[in-house]
């Protein structure tokens, strides 16, 4: 059964933690993206990372870090310093990061109190 | 700064009605432009694409127009069944990254 997972579906944190949200994919895909979803803003791209030990920034980086260690693997840290990370954040991938279609997976919505 | 603008935020529509939504672009180095569908609770899914050198493409009750000189394109969803009640996001490629509408809440009604 191959696609992406993130763990966990729901998440909750209080105000000045970091945390982790997890991205695991089996598509042997190259390519990784992070996006976050907000009401009325569609999804903006957080980090992507083209191959294994490499990756960019996105278009809303601050106060976010990644890593890719791992090609099946590109979990995202929401710092203390993100001043507004409550939002249903989304991992995708890509078979290389050139090609326009990209699979989703099923999400992580993070409350921060 | 929204380089891809989207219309409308919401729709309602009638059973067996046509759905349409609209997107415009100011960036002409896009060179592929994506719908993606998603539901509640869900990722997006790739709905349906086309290449700027086409002006539409079909599959099945799905059809994107593409404008090329208006900067415009739209997903045109014929004999709209409740199944189709979803989230829908036109989107524009270019160079490995995608750019998303702010996405048109979909509603088919019997």
């Known amino acids: 059964d191959g696609g992406i997972t993130q763990s966990p579906k729901y998440l909750f944190r209080k105000e000045g933690q970091n945390v982790t949200l997890s991205c695991e994919q089996n598509l042997n895909h190259d390519a990784m993206y992070w996006y976050r979803q907000d009401p009325g803003q569609g999804l903006r791209l957080i980090y992507y990372?083209?191959?294994?030990?490499?990756?960019q920034k996105g278009d809303i980086a601050e106060g976010y870090s990644v890593s890719r260690e791992k090609k099946e693997s590109f979990p995202l840290t929401v710092t203390s310093a993100q001043k507004n990370p409550t939002a249903f954040y989304l991992c995708a991938s890509s078979i290389t990061s050139t090609a326009y279609e990209q699979y989703f997976g099923p999400g992580t919505r993070l409350t921060v109190t | 700064q929204q380089q891809v603008k989207q219309s409308p935020q919401s729709l309602i529509v009638q059973k067996g009605g046509i759905s349409i939504i609209n997107c415009a672009y100011e960036?002409?180095?896009?060179?592929?432009f994506p719908w993606y569908q998603q539901f509640p609770g869900k990722g997006p899914a790739l709905l349906i694409a086309?290449?700027?050198?086409?002006s539409e493409k079909k599959e099945g009750r799905f059809t994107i127009s593409f404008n090329k000189s208006a900067k415009q394109f739209s997903l045109h969803i014929m004999d709209s069944q409740p199944g189709d009640s979803a989230t829908y996001f036109c989107a524009a490629y270019q160079n490995e990254k995608l750019t998303f509408g702010t996405g048109t809440r979909l509603t088919i009604i019997p």
């Open positions: 990372s083209q191959i294994v030990n490499d990756f």
């Open positions: 086309i290449r700027p050198d086409v």
């Open positions: 960036n002409t180095a896009f060179d592929y």
